[in-house]
C-alpha cells in the first residue's frame, strides 16, 4: 500500500471510528497529517465525529498538528466542541499544543460562536438592547 493511499484510509478509518484500522495504519508509518476533502486531517475527522479512541491514537502519536485547519480555518478542537464531543474536546485540550483560542475564518471559536456572537449574549445578559448588534 502506498504512501497516498495508506493516509485515505486513514482518513477513511478516523471518519468511521474504526480504531483496529487506524491503529494498524500509523504501525506501518501512514501520514497523520495528510488532508483529504475539505482540507481535513484524520484528526479533525475522529474529532466531528466524536471517535475518542481514535483521537487519542492519533493524538498519541506525537506527530499530528493538533491545531491543524481545515477548509475555513476550523480546527479539530472546534469541530469536537460544535458537535458537542465533550471526550473529544477534553483530550484535545489535555494536549499542550492545543490552542483553545484560535478562531476560524469566521470568526468561531471553539465554543462555536463568534465574537459579535458573544457580544450579542453577554449585552442580552446585561439586559442591554441586542437588535443593532
Known sequence: MGARSSSNTLAWAAANGHAGVVRLLLEKGANVDSKHD??????????????????????????????????YGRTPLSWAAANGHEGVAESLLINDGVNSRVVDDLWSNATGLSSQEWARVNRKAAGLDTSSV
Open 38 to 71: 475539505g482540507e481535513r486531517t484524520p484528526l479533525s475527522w475522529a474529532a466531528a465525529y466524536r471517535h475518542e479512541t481514535v483521537a487519542s491514537l492519533l493524538i498519541d502519536t506525537g506527530r499530528v498538528d493538533p491545531d491543524s485547519r481545515s477548509h
